[in-house]
């Protein structure tokens, strides 16, 4: 083989490799993206699900607060009964 014929071969296997890094680049980037993607989107579903948890959990909070205010009231009553009694 001759000088030009090689360099010329070696040249093309030059482009050819550099076209392959770039591809397999490109569909590794696209992986990534695709990865991330998946992520962002079980975050968010996490934050609702915490969200719609802690407005569950404030409702309840308020319920069991109103529940203790008239027990509150409830053994008031029931004390100035017992006192009147005595």
Same mark, same amino acid.
């Given at each position: 083989?001759?000088?030009?014929?090689?360099? +010329?071969?070696?040249?093309?296997?030059?482009?050819? +490799?550099?076209?392959f890094v770039?591809?397999?680049?490109?569909?590794?980037?696209?992986?990534?993206?695709?990865l991330k993607l998946g992520r962002e989107d079980e975050l968010m579903q996490l934050v609702k699900r915490y969200e719609q948890l802690a407005e569950n959990t404030m409702d309840a909070q308020k319920r069991i607060?109103?529940?203790?205010?008239? +027990?509150?009231t409830r053994a008031t009553a029931i004390e100035k009964i017992l006192r009147s009694v005595e």
């Amino acid at each position: 083989m001759e000088w030009p014929t090689v360099i +010329l071969i070696l040249g093309i296997l030059v482009v050819a +490799l550099s076209v392959f890094v770039a591809v397999v680049a490109s569909f590794d980037e696209r992986r990534k993206d695709r990865l991330k993607l998946g992520r962002e989107d079980e975050l968010m579903q996490l934050v609702k699900r915490y969200e719609q948890l802690a407005e569950n959990t404030m409702d309840a909070q308020k319920r069991i607060a109103t529940d203790v205010a008239e +027990l509150r009231t409830r053994a008031t009553a029931i004390e100035k009964i017992l006192r009147s009694v005595e």
